[in-house]
């Protein structure tokens, strides 16, 4: 929860409230995440998180509206940490596959420390309907800059894409990122190993299936899988 | 909850005593899934659904050793149930997607007058550790008998097969029917008439990726995928 844009230095009066209201937002989010962890994200009351953070309820509201702001705002830090984290890897490799498995190893190194508290946010997350859900409206802006960072998988990589695929893989590449992430919170192997696995299996198997859609013979699956897909959004 | 092996008949105090512990069970089990649609499953306790169905509850306990029990009991009656649904459909039908389409459809017409409960109990069932999960194995049972029906889907229809492919396809045709299911559960078009779009859309495009399995520049990707599902398993 460290990587954010650097608004200190300068030094003048806005900038340095800037820096201590960013200083202050970290704060309060820092502590409602440790919180979670240790009580469940269900049993936790933003009078809570605002008492343990020495602010005032009223300060930590101006800040987050509701607990779902605040893991709106934990989707938004990490997605920032996710991109750090995933530069040297688009900046080294031009393979898709390589990149397309350092993007999703680095995704999960973000969300490692997390994990416990994934496993009991699940239930909440899982429902469609709730703004804390990926899928969901709220998420939209944390969602896109993800869908972002997959575009630049595929795009500064040598692979050629059908061009009726090309549009729309991005946005596939982040829904198998989201399976891999639903895989990693329920993996109860030591150090989650077996989410590292999948990632070094999907990525070879993604990067095949995305040549071979070039093939003459593929194009109607192409277009009836990207068919399907659009009757999948309810 | 109609569909049941007929014992009784003859009438012998053995036969009678039977049928009649069916029926307290089919009893108890329906009052179960009432209390859990009114009340939800979580604040439906054994204490509340046998004073309602009107047996001891010591009685309810012979027969179900716990609420997860009573939801094994459901699962094993409706997949009776879906079995009996998608019977002329597999008596009448050789083509691979129209045999695959119908038993899916059978599925979810079983289902149907459940989807208020299943959206309820969704939280408790998809997480994977729990027993009432379809994947655990408390709920072997049921998922074994479902996978056979997907492989009557299979082996009645005129389709072939990669070899390599055949022995999971099974499975694999009971997974897309969990992700039908899944679909369904969160599918608030009216008559959940979105998820009748995707089985009538995913039916097809499944029947040409089995159909293509069997060209030699695909085989790797069988490959692949059955190596990918293997690692999935956790």
């Given at each position: 929860m460290t990587e954010q844009t650097a608004t200190t230095g300068a030094g003048g009066?806005?900038?340095g409230a800037t820096a201590r209201g960013e200083q202050t937002r970290q704060l309060i989010l820092d502590t409602a995440?440790?919180?979670?962890?240790e009580r469940g994200y269900a049993r936790t009351t933003m009078r809570a998180i605002a008492q343990e953070a020495g602010v005032a309820v009223g300060n930590a509201y101006y800040y987050f509206d509701s607990k779902e702001h605040l893991i709106q705002g934990f989707y938004a830090d990490t997605q920032h940490e996710h991109r750090a984290a995933a530069a040297?890897?688009?900046?080294?490799e031009r393979d898709f596959a390589a990149r397309l498995?350092?993007?999703l190893h680095a995704g999960v190194d973000v969300l490692t420390p997390y994990h416990s508290f994934a496993a009991s946010f699940f239930k909440t997350a899982a429902e469609p309907t709730s703004p804390t859900s990926p899928f969901s409206?709220?998420?939209?802006?944390?969602?896109?800059?993800?869908?972002?960072?997959?575009?630049?998988?595929?795009?500064g990589s040598t692979t050629r894409v059908d061009p009726e695929l090309r549009p729309a893989l991005p946005e596939?590449?982040?829904l198998a990122y989201m399976g891999v992430v639903l895989y990693w919170v329920h993996d109860r192997s030591p150090d989650q190993v077996k989410t590292r696995q999948l990632i070094d299996n999907a990525a070879p198997l993604v990067d095949r299936l995305v040549g071979l859609s070039?093939?003459?013979?593929l194009r109607p699956v192409t277009r009836q899988v990207l068919a399907l897909i659009r009757t999948l959004r309810h």
């Open positions: 009066p806005t900038t995440m440790r919180l979670f962890r040297s890897v688009l900046a080294r498995a350092g993007v409206s709220e998420s939209a802006g944390p969602r896109e800059a993800s869908v972002a960072l997959f575009r630049e998988v595929l795009e596939l590449l982040w070039r093939l003459r013979v």
